[in-house]
C-alpha cells in the first residue's frame, strides 16, 4: 500500500459536544452510556462491555429492526482519561471469525469548560468501500452522542 493510499483509507471526523471533557470520556468508557449512544441513528444497542485498560477488551452489539445484530469489539492500546482513547476495532462474523482489524483513536479536547471537541482517526482500512461505512456509521452515531448530552444526560 502507498502512502497516498493510506492515507485515502483513513476516516477522521470531529464533533463538538456540549459537555464538559470528563463526562464525554465517561460516556465512551461506561457500558451503561455506550448502551444509550454506540449504534447509528435506527439501531439499538445491547451489551456493552468494557475493561479500562491497556490490554482490556472492549464490545458492543448493535441490533437492526430487523433483528440483525452486528458486534464490535476490541482491546485497549492507550486509555489516557479523559483525553485519549486508542483501540483495535474489528467485527464479529457470522463463522466466529472476524473482519480485519483497524485502529480507532478518540481524543477528547476539552473546549472552556461546558464542551468537548471529539476527534475520531480510524486507521487500517482495507477498502475504501469499508472506510466510507464506518464513516456514514460513525458520523450517525456520534449524532446520537450529541443528542444524548442534548437531552441532558
Known amino acids: 500500500m502507498t502512502m497516498l493510499d493510506s492515507a485515502v483509507l483513513q476516516l477522521r471526523l470531529e464533533r463538538v459536544i456540549r459537555a464538559p471533557r470528563e463526562r464525554v470520556f465517561e460516556a ?9 449512544w454506540s449504534a447509528p441513528v435506527g439501531m439499538t444497542t445491547e451489551g456493552g462491555r468494557i475493561d479500562l485498560r491497556v490490554g482490556g477488551e472492549w464490545g458492543v452489539a448493535m441490533l437492526e429492526r430487523d433483528g440483525t445484530r452486528h458486534e464490535a469489539f476490541g482491546r485497549y492500546l492507550e486509555v489516557t482519561p479523559p483525553s485519549k482513547l ?6 464479529r462474523a457470522a463463522d466466529g471469525g472476524s473482519s480485519p482489524e483497524t485502529i480507532l483513536t478518540v481524543e477528547f479536547i476539552a473546549e472552556g469548560t461546558k464542551a468537548t471537541r471529539v476527534v475520531l482517526t480510524q486507521v487500517g482500512f482495507m477498502a475504501k468501500a469499508s472506510r466510507d461505512g464506518h464513516t456514514e456509521g460513525w458520523s450517525s452515531t ?11 444526560a
Do not use: K, P, S
Not at 86 to 91: D, E, F, I, R
Open 28 to 36: 465512551w468508557t461506561r457500558a451503561e452510556d455506550l448502551e444509550r
Open 86 to 91: 486508542v483501540y483495535t476495532h474489528a467485527w
Open 142 to 152: 456520534l449524532d446520537r452522542l450529541e443528542a444524548m448530552f442534548a437531552e441532558g
